[in-house]
């Protein structure tokens, strides 16, 4: 399975009109429910999930900012008796 940032963007560019097709066919045609649709969804995430290993990738933590909100800011700050603002800059507020 690709990791690789730059693939995985040219790989979504290269089916952005495929995954679109197949979003209106299960939106607007698809016949199964949504339970069953929830359910094959699940199937197929747990499949795709058990190959994944997120400690070998970690572009969500080079690539994706937390966002915290002002409450939790301050909850961050309290527990490691930091000021808040340590906490604001992380979060790229
Ligand atoms: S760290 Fe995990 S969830 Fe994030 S991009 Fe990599 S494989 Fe996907």
Redesign the pocket.
Known sequence: MA?DLIQIRALAERKEEENWKFRQFVKFECKLDEKEIDRQVWEATKRVWAG?D?TA?????REVRPTFSEEEVNRLAALRNDAPAVYWYLSGA
């Open positions: 990791v994944i997120c990738c970690a572009n969500c933590c």
